[in-house]
């Protein structure tokens, strides 16, 4: 692999990891279109970990909220229990207190996020490799692209004016955000997740449109899309790096497609965020399709 064909893969894994338009899927065409010889799994693992560190740094003052907040909940949970211990063995009823147990919401993101990973970690440890070798093939790229395309048309056509959902609760009226998103609708998401599985069907893409499809706003279902794959690619990124030899492949070539993949990265997620907030899905389904047909073409035109 030359330094030229890993700095356009770092590129292409970046910028297409978080735009809904589905990296594998790009990871599969680009070197057969161009005739490269194919990239070895560490490699593509190393462009997993460079995206994974750019979704790190660019969410690090959220990762930070959830971590502090889960350390100060955990520790003001056991001074409770300390208490309520302390307290039932005396005689003195004027020691006893109420304690009540109560998670900041920041906890209770990182514990949705949490459930959310369930589906793809489970599906990905026992079908991951294999889903890896059979659907690693151009016509199959053409399929997933057109069925993400189809999910991402409804989600946007049903759901995506009403930016909002209603949630009507003991007579009062709340809209659906990530702080009353429940543990059962974090999983729910979490299954359009695994769909990333298959090559041509976008992490961000399908995520995006689970979130939707719940009635969250395109920006908090870009946000939880991107938070919940976090530990998704790091976990699959370092387990691929321990299990898999070089193969080949130089390190030069390996740390030049992890620091374009890296910056690429970071573009793409704020490019993202700022998109949805005034625009649409359809360009990125329009994408998706003009680039099944072509692929089509090329088949047949092969």
Request: glycine content about 8%; overall charge positive.
């Amino acid at each position: 692999m030359t330094f030229f064909q890993s700095i356009v893969l770092g590129i292409v894994q970046g910028l297409t990891e978080f735009l809904p338009v589905s990296s594998s899927g790009h990871l599969v065409i680009i070197p057969q279109l161009f005739h490269w010889t194919e990239h070895t799994l560490v490699f593509d693992t190393t462009l997993h970990l460079g995206t994974s560190l750019a979704l790190i740094v660019f969410f690090y003052k959220d990762i930070k909220s959830i971590v502090i907040s889960f350390i100060y909940d955990f520790f003001t949970i056991l001074g409770n229990l300390f208490t309520l211990t302390n307290t039932s063995t005396t005689t003195n009823k004027s020691f006893k207190k109420e304690t009540t147990f109560h998670f900041n919401s920041n906890t209770l993101l990182g514990f949705k996020l949490i459930v959310g990973c369930i589906p793809a970690m489970v599906l990905g440890l026992l079908f991951g490799d294999y889903l890896e070798l059979v659907f690693r093939e151009i016509p199959w790229v053409i399929l997933f692209l057109t069925i993400g395309s189809v999910l991402m048309f409804f989600a946007e056509y049903i759901k995506g004016d009403a930016t909002r959902k209603k949630v009507i609760k003991a007579s009062s009226e709340k809209y659906l955000s990530l702080d009353n998103l429940s543990f059962a609708k974090s999983l729910y998401i979490g299954l359009f997740q695994s769909l990333a599985l298959f090559p041509g069907m976008s992490r961000s893409g399908s995520t995006l449109s689970g979130g939707m499809f719940l009635g969250l706003s395109k920006e908090d279902s870009a946000k939880f899309s991107f938070l919940l794959s976090i530990p998704i690619i790091l976990g699959a990124g370092i387990y691929q790096l321990i299990s898999n030899p070089l193969d080949g492949t130089s390190v030069p070539s390996m740390l030049l497609g992890f620091l374009f993949s890296f910056l690429s990265g970071i573009i793409a997620i704020k490019f993202l965020l700022n998109f949805l907030k005034t625009n649409k899905l359809y360009p990125f389904v329009i994408y998706r399709i003009l680039l099944a047909i072509f692929l089509l073409s090329y088949i047949y035109i092969k």
